[in-house]
Nanobody, 119 residues
Framework: QVQLVESGGGLVQAGGSLRLSCAASGNDFSINAMGWYRQAPGKQREVVASIITGGSTSYADSVKGRFTISRDNAKNTVYLEMNSLKPEDTAVYYC?????????????WGQGTQVTVSS
C-alpha cells in the first residue's frame, strides 16, 4: 500500500522559511514525478512545484525565486524549501507522486500539512 508521509508544516512569520518533506513508500513502480500542490481556504488546489525523475523542475509563477524543490531518489523523498514566505502562501500543502508502469501513470497524494504565514 502506497504511503506518502509529509512533515515540516507550521506557523511562521512573513519573511520566514519552512522546509517540507514527503517520503513515499509501498510501491515498486518507477517514479515519474514528485511535487507539491497547495489549497488555500475557498480556493482550488494549485500546483506549486514539480520535479521529474531526470531532475527537471517547474514552479508556479507565484513561488519562483522563493521556493526550491529537490528530491532524494534513494529515499523516495521530495523536499520543498520555502523562503521569503508571504501571508498568501498560507494553505494546506499536499505532496504527490506519479508512479509509472508501462504507459500508465498512477498518482498518489499525501495527507496534507498546514502552512500558516502571519503578517
Amino acid at each position: 500500500q502506497v504511503q506518502l508521509v509529509e512533515s515540516g508544516g507550521g506557523l511562521v512569520q512573513a519573511g520566514g522559511s519552512l522546509r517540507l518533506s514527503c517520503a513515499a513508500s509501498g510501491n515498486d513502480f518507477s517514479i515519474n514525478a514528485m511535487g507539491w500542490y497547495r489549497q488555500a481556504p475557498g480556493k482550488q488546489r494549485e500546483v506549486v512545484a514539480s520535479i521529474i525523475t531526470g531532475g527537471s523542475t517547474s514552479y508556479a509563477d507565484s513561488v519562483k525565486g522563493r521556493f526550491t524543490i529537490s528530491r532524494d531518489n534513494a529515499k523516495n523523498t521530495v523536499y520543498l524549501e520555502m523562503n521569503s514566505l508571504k501571508p498568501e502562501d498560507t494553505a494546506v500543502y499536499y505532496c504527490y507522486v506519479d508512479y509509472r508502469r508501462n504507459y500508465n501513470i498512477y498518482k498518489y497524494w499525501g495527507q496534507g500539512t498546514q502552512v500558516t504565514v502571519s503578517s
